[in-house]
């Protein structure tokens, strides 16, 4: 047993879904890891049909379905705490991260003994203009505000253990900001660069001003939760 955990959060992604799971085997992390735990976030397109095929077919895939959309943050939480093992992966739904960077982000993952959040780093991105430089100017901003140092807090190709993300307080946005949570409780964090694809099937479910607005809003319950924190 390998004692990974792979989370997909996934809302309405129905073309996506059969793809990525091709992937998954095809890159050999279905037989890495343990299982893999899907997050329908109450979808309306079909979605949580072709997630119930996945799961019946195949051993390691676990359906979660909430009964009302709730967001990404949520849907991770649901599937991290439902996880059985030790650590955890994850990566998002809509294909833009190829599972083929699992393998060596797990290998990286191991050659440190203590705990660690591994996040990775998206080279050449295949966004458009105006989603790269909000990204850009979001994280120049959390950056400044938070001094992180975090180059990419968007990509979501992450692993880290169980135990230290249960320790966080939790709130809906925390998945934006988790290296710096885990440094400011004292969890080593380290990044590798991942590749990064073009999505080819939907649509982003966030846009781009409302995400830059949220996260700008968010920026005050973290540093809220970096003073508890630093004072335990």
């Known amino acids: 047993m390998s004692n990974f955990s792979l989370i997909i959060p996934v809302f309405n992604e129905i073309d996506n879904l059969e793809n990525l799971f091709r992937d998954i085997v095809k890159s050999g992390t279905y037989e890495i890891v343990d299982e893999i735990i899907f997050i329908d976030d109450c979808s309306t397109d079909g979605s949580n049909s072709v997630l119930k095929t996945l799961s019946k077919n195949n051993d390691k895939v676990h359906l979660i379905t909430h009964s009302k959309n709730i967001g990404q943050s949520n849907s991770i939480n649901s599937g991290i705490k439902s996880a059985k093992t030790e650590n955890i992966i994850t990566i998002d739904s809509d294909g833009q991260n190829p599972p083929s960077e699992i393998i060596k982000m ?58 230290d993300f249960i320790d966080l307080p939790f709130f809906d946005g925390i998945h934006r900001f988790l290296p710096a949570l885990f440094l400011f409780n004292n969890v080593n964090v380290q990044y590798i660069n991942v590749a990064h ?31 508890t924190l630093q004072k335990k």
């Open 197 to 227: 694809k073009e999505r080819l099937h939907g649509i982003s479910k966030y846009g781009t001003i409302d995400r830059l607005i949220k996260t700008i809003g968010d920026l005050f319950t973290v540093l809220k939760i970096k003073k």
């Open 106 to 163: 797990i290998n990286k993952y191991k050659e440190y003994k203590n705990s660690i959040l591994l996040s990775g780093i998206r080279t050449k991105r295949k966004d458009n203009f105006v989603k790269i430089f909000s990204s850009i100017l979001a994280n120049k901003i959390r950056n400044l505000i938070l001094g992180d140092n975090c180059p990419d807090t968007g990509c979501s190709l992450k692993i880290f253990k169980k135990k």
